[in-house]
Structure formats: C-alpha cells, structure tokens
C-alpha cells in the first residue's frame, strides 16, 4: 500500500473517532451540552463572584505592603477583627451543638407542633436582619424580657461581646440544621438495630454507626454558619453597642472607612477578612479529607 493510500485510510477513522465527542458537546437536549452550560458556569460566577473578589484585591493591592500592614496591625483594626472572627468561631461551635440537637429532634420524633416548629427554624433566614437585631436588643436589654434576668445576676447581654454572640447564633442555625437533618433522615435505623443485637451501647452505636454517617454534614453546617456569622452586620449593628476596641465589628470598620472616604483601607479590611475565611473553610475542607481517609482505614 503506497504512504498516499495509508494517510487517506487513516484520516477517516480520526474524524469518526471525533464524532462521539462532538455528539455529546453539542447533542440536542433538554438541557444544552458540556460546552453551554460550563460558558455559562463561568461567565455568571465570574460576574457574581470572581469579578468583585478580584477588584476587591486590586483594590486593596493599591496601597504599598507596609500601608497594608499599618491598615491590618491599627489597634482599631486588629481588634474588630478579632472580634467578628472570634464572635464568629463561637457562634459556629455553639449552632453546630445545637443545631445538630434540633435537626436530630426533627428527623427522628414525632410530636405535636412538629410542623410549627420546623417552620421557626426557616424564620432567620425570611426575617430582615436588621428587624432581627431590633428585636435581639428589645429582649436581651437590661430592661427585656431575658436581658434583665441575666442582668440580674451580672452578666448583661446587650450592647457587650455575649449579645455579638447570640446575634450571630440567631442567624447561623438554620445553616446547621438545614444541612444535617436531611443526612440524619437518610440514615437506616436498621443499622442501629443490628448493632444493638450485636451487643453495642447506645453510645457505640453512635459513634461507630451515626457519627461517621454526620460528620462530613456537621462539618458543612459549621463551615456555613461561621461564613454567614462573619459578614454578619444588620443583626448584630444593634445589640453590639459599636464601641470601638470593645464591641465593634469589622464590617461595621469597613463601613465607617467608606463613610470617610478611604475606600483602600475599607478593601483591605475587606480582603483580610476574605483571606482568614478562605483558611478557615479550607480547613474544613481538609479536616473531612482526613475524617474519611482515618474511616477507609479503620473499616479495612
């Protein structure tokens, strides 16, 4: 066979072979192929998401490494930072304790008011977040319905770090409770039972057969929770008392800053408390990597 007559007998297989490809690319559906709907993955998150982050860092780039650090290290600065996240790691740890309770409750009992109270779980996330804190700062004042019990025996509420705390509880549950009762209804109670014929507590049944199964889900909840608490600003504007270096948050900081008109101090606050979000929930991205390998492990 001549090297003419080769080429010729080899280029109709690699169109053919082309062919399966360019049917699932473009193949009529539905729904459009690979191709459309990844364009438009790309283009509306890069508009949504990407571009402000990204002029947010040009921004905040703007200004000389040892402004940033004059901007980041500001007494002001450092300690409304440490507030909101603190605030925030707390809030988290305590919705991720509840919130798993609730959902626990939710998915396994029946009881009267079930319905009712599933549907107040929802309620952080229809009420306005100002309204929330208005309403937060009416019942935990000195003179509200819990404030002035908890007053009473020294430990004000309102208008100190505590109130920053129970803002960011209030609107960081429903994270939890939305993200594990649905693993937790999923779960086959016939597994709890065959340990329980094989001799297992109530207490190794959860561990070894429930807590695998809920953790990647408690770990999402408390991801979203502790994101949501951080950029928190209407709910927690009017129980915080806004003091600065006691109980001033950092977004509040931000909006001050734009208020005077120093837009690069505002976005590098804005970018530091991107970057410590990003670590964190990356953290927790690696800590279900390692929960899952240990599980592998331990089950072969």
Same mark, same amino acid.
């Given at each position: 066979?001549?090297?003419?007559?080769?080429?010729?007998?080899?280029?109709?297989?690699?169109?053919?072979?082309?062919?399966?490809?360019?049917?699932?690319?473009?193949?009529?559906?539905?729904?459009?192929?690979?191709?459309?709907?990844?364009?438009?993955?790309?283009?509306?998150?890069?508009?949504?998401?990407?571009?402000?982050?990204?002029?947010?860092?040009?921004?905040?780039?703007?200004?000389?490494?040892?402004?940033?650090?004059?901007?980041?290290?500001?007494?002001?600065?450092?300690?409304?930072?440490?507030?909101?996240?603190?605030?925030?790691?707390?809030?988290?740890?305590?919705?991720?304790?509840?919130?798993?309770?609730?959902?626990?409750?939710?998915?396994?009992?029946?009881?009267?008011?079930?319905?009712?109270?599933?549907?107040? @779980?929802? /309620? *952080?996330?229809?009420? %306005?977040?100002?309204?929330? &804190?208005? #309403? !937060?700062? +009416?019942?935990?004042?000195?003179?509200?319905?819990?404030?002035?019990?908890?007053?009473?025996?020294?430990?004000?509420?309102?208008?100190?770090?505590?109130?920053?705390?129970?803002?960011?509880?209030?609107?960081?549950?429903?994270?939890?409770?939305?993200?594990?009762?649905?693993?937790?209804?999923?779960?086959?109670?016939?597994?709890?039972?065959?340990?329980?014929?094989?001799?297992?507590?109530?207490?190794?049944?959860?561990?070894? @057969?429930? /807590? *695998?199964?809920?953790? %990647?889900?408690?770990?999402? &909840?408390? #991801? !979203?929770? +502790?994101?949501?608490?951080?950029?928190?600003?209407?709910?927690?504007?009017?129980?915080?008392?806004?003091?600065?270096?006691?109980?001033?948050?950092?977004?509040?900081?931000?909006?001050?800053?734009?208020?005077?008109?120093?837009?690069?101090?505002?976005?590098?606050?804005?970018?530091?408390?991107?970057?410590?979000?990003?670590?964190?929930?990356?953290?927790?991205?690696?800590?279900?990597?390692?929960?899952?390998?240990?599980?592998?492990?331990?089950?072969?």
């Amino acid at each position: 066979m001549s090297e003419t007559e080769i080429v010729r007998s080899v280029r109709p297989a690699r169109r053919t072979s082309l062919l399966p490809l360019a049917r699932v690319l473009w193949r009529p559906r539905v729904l459009p192929g690979l191709l459309p709907t990844l364009g438009f993955t790309w283009l509306y998150l890069g508009a949504i998401v990407l571009l402000p982050i990204g002029a947010l860092i040009l921004k905040a780039s703007s200004l000389s490494a040892a402004e940033i650090a004059a901007v980041i290290s500001a007494p002001r600065t450092f300690a409304s930072l440490s507030l909101s996240f603190g605030a925030a790691l707390a809030a988290g740890v305590i919705n991720t304790f509840a919130g798993t309770l609730i959902a626990w409750v939710l998915a396994r009992y029946q009881f009267p008011g079930r319905s009712l109270l599933d549907a107040v @779980v929802d /309620l *952080p996330f229809a009420l %306005p977040t100002s309204v929330a &804190g208005i #309403a !937060l700062t +009416f019942v935990y004042s000195e003179h509200g319905w819990l404030g002035e019990h908890f007053a009473a025996i020294g430990l004000p509420v309102a208008f100190t770090r505590l109130g920053i705390v129970v803002a960011l509880c209030f609107v960081g549950m429903p994270f939890v409770v939305r993200t594990v009762q649905p693993v937790i209804q999923e779960l086959d109670g016939q597994l709890e039972e065959a340990a329980a014929s094989l001799g297992a507590t109530q207490l190794q049944t959860f561990l070894r @057969v429930i /807590l *695998p199964t809920i953790v %990647p889900a408690v770990a999402t &909840g408390f #991801a !979203l929770s +502790f994101a949501r608490a951080v950029g928190e600003y209407g709910s927690v504007l009017f129980i915080a008392g806004n003091m600065p270096l006691k109980t001033e948050i950092a977004p509040l900081l931000i909006v001050t800053k734009l208020e005077q008109f120093d837009y690069a101090g505002a976005a590098v606050i804005g970018a530091a408390m991107l970057a410590a979000s990003l670590v964190v929930l990356m953290s927790v991205q690696l800590f279900e990597r390692a929960f899952y390998r240990k599980l592998g492990g331990e089950q072969s």
